[in-house]
């Protein structure tokens, strides 16, 4: 099981000004897929920007299937929405689940019917992912394990400063694009994730990511990362290289 962590630097500029204009940094996990290989469809989110943050996280995934199908600005949970969400977003229950599993590499979840359902070895799953084998049309929702507790959908994130604690907050990991027809899926969590500042957007929304305004991380050596954004607007990871942001514009 690998643990993972990402320190984040946010110069004092910024800080003030994301607050005073309500932006937050957003924090999505990848999973393989979609045009470009790489899907970020659930993003984690902070209420407060501070100096410091530190993400963490923790592969052991659990995985069910259900009947809940993407929808960009719901949630993943049935939590109403929260003061300050944008106006067209969506809560968007779990209608229906199978049993939560647990599941490792190179597994596959049987979902013979609602009530019937397995995990087990298959030779022909991926080493590095998950196979979901459904008769029934189902979506597919995987979880990360949250403080020894397994919730539907949720990454285990942390976000702090040495000033400022935020607290532990549960986010969204992934849900299938489309709901998935009878037969076999390949599920690839990658080593990467995303950051970026947006404004009005609470945890465990499902999104469309433009992915020419995210800052990605490679988290394959399992290395902690240290990174940061500088007072000109531009993300820097700890071996040097940098991409500029473009920074939102606030509405004043």
Same mark, same amino acid.
């Not at 990511?209 to 990362?225: C, G, H, L, N, R």
């Given at each position: 099981?690998?643990?993972?962590?990402?320190?984040?630097?946010?110069?004092?500029?910024?800080?003030?000004?994301?607050?005073?204009?309500?932006?937050?940094?957003?924090?999505?996990?990848?999973?393989?897929g @979609?045009?470009?290989? +790489?899907?970020?469809?659930? $993003?984690?989110? %902070?209420?407060? /920007?501070t100096g410091?943050?530190?993400? &963490?996280?923790?592969?052991?995934?659990?995985?069910?299937?259900?009947?809940?199908?993407f929808?960009?600005?719901?949630?993943?949970?049935?939590?109403?929405?929260?003061?300050?969400?944008?106006?067209?977003a969506?809560?968007?229950?779990?209608?229906?689940?199978?049993a939560?599993?647990?599941?490792?590499?190179g597994?596959?979840?049987?979902?013979?019917?609602?009530?019937?359902?397995?995990?087990?070895?298959?030779?022909?799953d991926?080493?590095n992912?998950? @196979?979901?084998?459904? +008769?029934?049309?189902?979506? $597919?929702v995987? %979880?990360?394990? /949250?403080?020894?507790?397994?919730?539907? &959908?949720?990454?285990?994130?942390?976000?702090?400063?040495?000033?400022h604690?935020?607290?532990?907050?549960?986010?969204?990991v992934?849900?299938?694009?489309?709901e998935?027809p009878p037969?076999?899926?390949?599920?690839?969590?990658?080593?990467?994730?995303?950051?970026?500042?947006?404004?009005?957007l609470?945890?465990?929304?499902?999104?469309?990511?433009?992915?020419?305004?995210?800052?990605?991380?490679?988290?394959?050596?399992?290395?902690?990362?240290?990174?940061?954004?500088d007072?000109?607007?531009?993300?820097?990871?700890?071996?040097?290289?940098?991409?500029?942001?473009?920074?939102?514009?606030p509405?004043?």
């Open positions: 099981m690998t643990s993972y962590q990402v320190t984040i630097h946010i110069a004092n500029n910024w800080v003030q000004e994301f607050d005073e204009n309500g932006y937050q940094l957003i924090m999505a996990k990848a999973v393989a @979609g045009p470009t290989g +790489t899907i970020y469809n659930v $993003v984690a989110s %902070t209420g407060i /920007v410091t943050m530190i993400v &963490g996280w923790t592969d052991n995934y659990q995985m069910t299937g259900s009947t809940q199908t929808q960009n600005g719901g949630t993943v949970n049935s939590v109403h929405p929260r003061d300050g969400r944008r106006p067209d969506k809560t968007v229950e779990i209608t229906g689940l199978s939560l599993e647990p599941i490792k590499f597994q596959t979840y049987y979902l013979k019917s609602w009530s019937e359902y397995n995990v087990a070895t298959d030779p022909s991926p080493p992912g998950f @196979g979901f084998k459904n +008769t029934p049309p189902a979506s $597919v995987l %979880t990360l394990d /949250v403080g020894g507790e397994y919730t539907p &959908g949720m990454l285990n994130l942390t976000m702090h400063s040495p000033t604690q935020v607290g532990t907050d549960v986010q969204a992934y849900i299938s694009p489309l998935l037969g076999k899926a390949t599920i690839i969590p990658l080593p990467k994730v995303a950051f970026w500042f947006e404004a009005n609470s945890t465990s929304t499902m999104v469309v990511v433009d992915q020419s305004t995210i800052f990605e991380v490679d988290m394959s050596d399992a290395k902690p990362k240290d990174i940061s954004y007072e000109n607007g531009a993300w820097h990871n700890n071996s040097g290289k940098h991409i500029h942001y473009v920074r939102p514009k509405e004043h």
